[in-house]
């Protein structure tokens, strides 16, 4: 496989960015209010993850957007981020480039402070919360408080 790129997020990659995150929203079954994909922040992703306690970062393959994810704070804490919308386009999953978007956030986190990193997913994405797992995160029992993705029914924590 050819090698991709893992970047921040620049404005003009917003439009590409958001048009994966829909398709695979849609091809997951997470349309509408109650799942990330139908988050306000989609359509200008490089708008809503400013320094210094969130980022959003794009992976490119031969100059083209394949995928994305990033990290925020959950709920305004300053304790627990939460990793958001790391979505990846279907023909380059399973090539390492969600793991390494993946550890770039939590590397991130790190960096900003965070002590726990929370995500919420669905179950029926077995290949993400696989990857998640092997990077330290466990389910949990319920959601955190102040969790905004009510459609999800897979909540995880990984302590940082």
């Known amino acids: 496989m050819t090698s991709f790129h893992i970047q921040p ?3 003009e ?14 091809e ?6 109650g799942f990330g994909p139908g988050d306000a922040e989609v359509t200008q992703m490089s708008h809503h993850y400013p320094l210094p306690h969130s980022r959003y970062y794009t992976a490119t393959l031969q100059g083209r957007v394949v995928g994305g994810g990033g990290i925020a704070p959950f709920a305004g804490s300053r304790e627990t981020c939460e990793l958001r919308k790391l979505f990846l386009l279907p023909e380059v999953r399973g090539k390492g480039i969600g793991r ?8 991130f986190a790190r960096q900003a ?5 929370y995500l919420d997913t669905l179950q029926s994405m077995q290949a993400a919360i696989g990857l998640y797992q092997s ?8 959601p955190l408080e102040g969790v905004v993705h009510h459609g999800c029914d ?3 924590l990984k302590r940082l």
């Open 28 to 33: 997951f079954g997470a349309v509408g209010e």
């Open 113 to 117: 402070g965070y002590r726990y990193c």
């Open 100 to 107: 390494a978007l993946a550890e770039t956030c939590l590397r």
């Open 13 to 26: 990659q917003d439009e590409d960015m958001a048009n994966i995150i829909l398709a695979v929203g849609r």
């Open 135 to 142: 990077l330290g995160f466990r389910k949990l029992d319920h």
């Open 9 to 11: 997020i620049l404005p």
């Open 154 to 156: 897979v909540w995880m």
